[in-house]
Structures are given as C-alpha cells and as structure tokens.
C-alpha cells in the first residue's frame, strides 16, 4: 500500500502548479521592464550625443565659409548657404558644397536643426542648436554650440 501512495504523489509532481508558472511570469515581466527602461535610457542618452556630434562637425565648415566670405551665413540664408551659394555672395570665392548634400539633416527627433547669425547665445559669432527632445527651442534641454 506504501507503494501506491508513493506513485500517486511521484505522478502529481510530474507539472509545475500554476503557482510556479505564475511566480516565472512574474520574474520575467520585472526583468522586461527594468530592461526596457534601461534601453530608453541610454537611447535618450544616444541621441543626445548625435544631435551634439552634428552641432560640433559643422565648426568647420561655417568657418571656412567665414574666413571665405568675410562673415557666417545669415539667418535667412541658413545652413542652405553651405550647399548652395546665397544671392549676393561672390562665388568665385566659396568651395560649394561646403558640407555634402546628405550632412544637413534632422536632428533625433525629426526637427530641423536651427541655425541663428548673429548669435544671442554664443560668443563665437552663430547659434546652431537642436531643439532637443522636448522639441521647443528656448529650453533647457536644447543642445548648441554655447556652453
């Protein structure tokens, strides 16, 4: 009789209880979200370092256009003003394209990076600056060329 009891039990153990299961399920949606969450964290920091590595690669080129021309770009003539020569600049002096057709481009966020001359913000003569995630230019979490 101790043998049959001991079968029915070894049987029983054979499957996990739902108590089990749901003790898993639960361990694996903890460990999703805390991944999850670390992902976006360092994506948000990935962006914020591309959006800062492209507001710096075009020190050069607006320099260059600077020491070609006698001064930045406007502000209505933009960033344009390094692919395409302005109305009025004397082409014979410029080096078009300054920068290649594809490097003018949207920051992370899908927003057209800004692009200001003369400067309000920087003592270098220009603005250039994204407007960040909060996509509002005038915040704090804009990223430019000013300290």
Known sequence: MYSKYRKIRERRR???TLVEVMAVLVILVVL??????AIQGIMSQANK???EIFVKSLDGPLELFLTNHGSYPTTSQGLDA?????EGVDVSKGEW???KDSAVKLDPWNNPYQYAYPSSRNS???DLWSMGPDRV???DDDIGNWK
């Open 14 to 16: 054979q499957g996990f």
């Open 137 to 139: 230019s005038g915040t």
């Open 49 to 51: 370092r591309e959006a």
């Open 32 to 37: 999703a979200g805390i991944s999850v969450t």
């Open 97 to 99: 394209p300054y920068i």
């Open 82 to 86: 390094l692919l395409n020569p302005p």
């Open 124 to 126: 270098n003569g220009y």
